[in-house]
């Protein structure tokens, strides 16, 4: 069974960056490197979004609040997921999440039936 962990959140003032990393235990490299992973959010008050995704080809999708901002990564060997978040406004204000599951890949299939990490606060002041 996958387990997911994030670090990286923490506060930071609008334009700056953050790093967000997702380590994955319980799943080998070799199926860890087959499953879809992606990211999401819940800004204060509200539903939970998603960020991007990434397959196993390294195909990546981006909701359009994060294109141009955001970069989704992943490293197969160390079993980490990324998200390097740049030019932060305080709308990235939001608990994220790291999510897992295998293909098809999808912002929806990973919202449905993925395996989630605990989340970790970003907060972006001015």
């Known amino acids: 069974q996958v387990q997911l962990e994030e670090s990286g959140g923490g506060s930071v003032q609008a334009g700056g960056s953050l790093k967000l990393s997702c380590k994955a235990s319980?799943?080998?490299?070799?199926?860890?490197?087959?499953?879809?992973l992606g990211w999401f959010r819940q800004p204060p008050g509200k539903e939970r979004e998603g960020v991007a995704n990434?397959?196993?080809?390294?195909?990546?999708t981006y909701a359009d609040s994060a294109k141009g901002r955001f970069t989704i990564s992943r490293d197969h060997r160390e079993k980490v997921l990324y998200l390097q978040m740049n030019n932060l406004t305080p709308e990235d204000t939001a608990m994220y999440y790291c999510?897992?599951?295998?293909?098809?890949?999808?912002?929806?299939?990973?919202?449905?039936?993925?395996?989630w990490g605990q989340g970790i606060q970003v907060t972006v002041s001015l």
């Open positions: 999510a897992a599951d295998k293909p098809p890949c999808s912002a929806a299939t990973l919202a449905a039936v993925g395996t």
């Open positions: 319980g799943v080998t490299r070799y199926d860890l490197n087959r499953y879809c």
């Open positions: 990434i397959d196993s080809d390294g195909d990546t």
